[in-house]
C-alpha cells in the first residue's frame, strides 16, 4: 500500500523568508510519480509539480524548488523569499507509473506567510 | 484550465436522502476521479473510472456509487446520505499525453452539507 506522510501541520513563517515543506512517500512500486499541489484560500487545487521516480534531479521554478530524495523517499518542498501569496494548503501526493494511476495524498500542510 | 466543472457546487441535503454530483469534462478524457477532502485527512480517493462504463473503488467506497454512461460525464451518488458524507468532494481527470501526461487536474469541488 502507498503513503504519504507530511508531518508538519501548520507553518508560519514572516514575509521573505525561505520555508521548506516535508513530504516522506512510502510505496513498493519501483516506478511512481510524486505530486505537489496547492489549494489557496479559495479552494481550488493547483498542480504545481509532477516528478517521475527515475528522475532524481532537484527541479527549480522561480522562487519554488523541489529537492526529491530517492535514499531517504523524500520529496520535499522549498518556497524561498515567501511573499503573503504563498498562503495555502500544500499536498504531495504519489501515483504508480502504470495502470490506473490513482494519487495517495498527504494530509497537507498550512502554510501561512506573515506579513 | 481542463475543461472541468462539477454541479452543484454547493448543496445542503438531509440524512436519508439521495444526492447526485455530477462532473462534467470537456475534453474527451479516459480517466475521472472522485475524491472527498476532509481535515487531517487530505483527499481521499472514493471512485474512479477509466472509460465509459468502466469503473472501480478507491479506498473510502462505502455508501457511494457511481456511473458514466459517456465520456464527458461521471456522476457520483449517494444512495442514503449521512451526516459522515458531509465533505468536499472533487473530480479530477488524468492527462494522457504531452507534457500532461499522469497529471491530474480537478475540477472546483463541491460542498456537500447532510444535516
Known amino acids: 500500500a502507498q503513503k504519504v506522510t507530511q508531518a508538519q501541520t501548520e507553518i508560519s513563517v514572516v514575509e521573505k523568508e525561505d520555508v521548506t515543506l516535508d513530504c516522506v512517500y512510502e510505496?513498493?512500486?519501483?516506478?511512481?510519480?510524486l505530486f505537489w499541489y496547492k489549494q489557496p484560500p479559495s479552494g481550488e487545487l493547483v498542480f504545481l509539480i509532477r516528478?517521475?521516480?527515475?528522475?532524481?534531479q532537484n527541479e527549480i521554478s522561480g522562487r519554488y524548488s523541489w529537492n526529491f530524495q530517492k535514499s531517504t523517499s523524500s520529496f520535499n518542498f522549498t518556497i524561498t523569499a515567501s511573499q503573503v501569496v504563498d498562503s495555502a494548503v500544500y499536498f504531495c501526493?504519489?501515483?504508480?507509473?502504470?495502470?490506473?494511476?490513482?494519487?495517495?495524498f498527504g494530509t497537507g500542510t498550512r502554510l501561512t506567510i506573515i506579513p | 484550465d481542463a475543461g472541468i466543472t462539477q454541479s452543484p457546487r454547493h448543496k445542503v441535503t438531509e440524512t436519508g436522502t439521495p444526492v447526485t454530483l455530477r462532473c462534467h469534462q470537456t475534453?474527451?478524457?479516459?480517466?475521472m476521479y472522485w475524491y472527498r477532502q476532509d481535515p487531517g485527512h487530505g483527499l481521499r480517493l472514493i471512485h474512479y473510472?477509466?472509460?465509459?462504463?468502466?469503473?472501480d473503488k478507491g479506498e473510502v467506497s462505502d455508501g457511494y456509487s457511481v456511473s458514466r454512461s459517456k465520456t464527458e460525464d461521471f456522476l457520483l451518488t449517494l444512495e442514503s446520505a449521512t451526516s459522515s458524507q458531509t465533505s468536499v468532494y472533487f473530480c479530477?481527470?488524468?492527462?494522457?499525453?504531452?507534457?500532461?501526461?499522469?497529471?491530474?487536474?480537478f475540477g472546483p469541488g463541491t460542498r456537500l452539507t447532510v444535516l
Open positions: 479530477a481527470i488524468r492527462g494522457t499525453g504531452g507534457i500532461s501526461y499522469n497529471e491530474q487536474f
Open positions: 510505496t513498493r512500486d519501483t516506478t511512481y510519480y
Open positions: 516528478r517521475n521516480s527515475f528522475d532524481e
Open positions: 501526493a504519489l501515483s504508480e507509473a502504470f495502470g490506473n494511476e490513482k494519487l495517495t
Open positions: 475534453e474527451n478524457h479516459r480517466y
Open positions: 473510472s477509466y472509460g465509459v462504463k468502466d469503473t
